[in-house]
C-alpha cells in the first residue's frame, strides 16, 4: 500500500496524489510512505523516484543493522522500532531529501500513523518539512523504547523481591528471559543512538541546519536508554550470582548434614559387620547380655559423635 502527502505552494495539503504527480507537480514538499508494498509497488523506488539499487535492497531485505548512508541528492536510514509485546525489532526505512521523505516498512508502525495523522490534522501546514517528519518520527520510536525498559525493571523487581514464593528455577527462567530481552534491546538501542550522533555531526545533511538540538534531545534519551540497559543486564548478573551462590549453599548445607548422618553410622555399621560375621568362637556371642550391650555400645558412640560435631560447629 502505498499513501502519499504534499504540500503545495500555498501551503495547502494535498492527499493522495500519484507518484508521477508527486515527481512532476509544483509542490514544496511532499511525504510518501510504503506499507507492506507489493513487488509492482517496490519498483517505484527504482522508477520515477530513482533511488540506488544498494538502498532500494536493503529495504527489501528486512532487519538491517540501524544506518546511514549518503547519495547523491538523499540520505537513507534504517532504523528499528520495538514491539511492544513481543520485543521484536520492526525495521523503519527512510529516504530523506530536501523536498520529499519517503518512509518503507513492511510491518505496522504506530509511530508513523501517529505522525501522518498528526501532520494531515495540522493547522500550522508551513512548520512542517521532511526533516522535521523524520525527527518526530524517531522520537516516538525513541519514547516507544522506555516502556519496554521499565517493564523490564518491574519484572527484575519480581525476581529479585519473589514475593510470590516461586521456585529458584523458576526464577532462573525468567531471569535469563529477561537478560535476552535486554539484549534485543541493547542489539537495537546502541545502533540507533550511533545513528543519531551521526546525523548529529553530518555535514553533508544540511537540510537539518535549525533542527539539531531536537536531534539531540533524541540522542540525550538513547544515552539513558543505553545506560538503564547497562544497569538492568548488571543487575541480572548480581541477581543470576546470588541464586547461584544461594543454591550452592543450600546443596553444601544438604552435603553436610548427609556426611554427617554417614559418618556417625560408619562406626556402628563396623560393629555391627564384626558382630555379624558369625565366627563360632567370637567372644561375647553366648553371653546373655551381649545383644542389649552392643546396642547400648552404639547407642553412645552415635551419641558422642553427634555430641563432638555439635561442639565443631558441624550443626549450625
Known sequence: MIRTMAVNQTYQLMRDLSIEELM?????????????????????????????????????NHLQR??????????????????????????????????????FHYKPSAEIDEVWKRFDQSTSINRWDPSHVLYIILDKMVDNYFPLVYQIEDMLN????????RTMEALLEDLFDTRHHLL????????MRDLVYRILNSERMTYINGKKEYFS????HLLKLTEM?????????????????LNSHQTNH???????????????????????????????????????ATLILMVLVAIGMALWFKKKGWFK
Not at 37 to 57: S, Y
Not at 231 to 244: C, F, G, H, M, V
Not at 274 to 282: E, R, S, T, V
Open 229 to 245: 540497559i547497562e544497569a538492568n543486564r548488571e543487575l541480572t548478573t548480581d541477581i543470576r550470582d546470588s541464586y547461584i551462590s
Open 24 to 60: 512532476n507537480g509544483d509542490l514544496i514538499w511532499y511525504w510518501v510512505d510504503f506499507y507492506n508494498p507489493t513487488t509492482e509497488e517496490i519498483e517505484f523506488l527504482r522508477t520515477p523516484l530513482n533511488f540506488h539499487p544498494l538502498a532500494i535492497e536493503d529495504c527489501i
Open 254 to 292: 544438604v552435603m553436610k548434614v548427609l556426611t554427617v548422618i554417614t559418618t556417625i553410622f560408619m562406626p556402628l555399621s563396623f560393629i555391627a559387620g564384626l558382630y555379624g560375621m558369625n565366627f563360632h568362637y567370637m567372644p561375647g556371642l553366648s553371653w546373655k547380655y551381649g545383644f542389649f
Open 66 to 103: 540501524p544506518k546511514l548512508d549518503y547519495y547523491e541528492d538523499y540520505t537513507f536510514f534504517v532504523t528499528q522500532a520495538l514491539n511492544q509485546q513481543t520485543f521484536t525489532r520492526e525495521e523503519i526505512d527512510f529516504f530523506l531529501g530536501k523536498n520529499y521523505i519517503i518512509t
Open 217 to 220: 534531545d533524541i540522542h540525550d
Open 184 to 191: 534485543s534491546l541493547r542489539h537495537t538501542i546502541t545502533p
Open 158 to 165: 519480581e525476581i529479585d523481591e519473589n514475593s510470590k514464593g
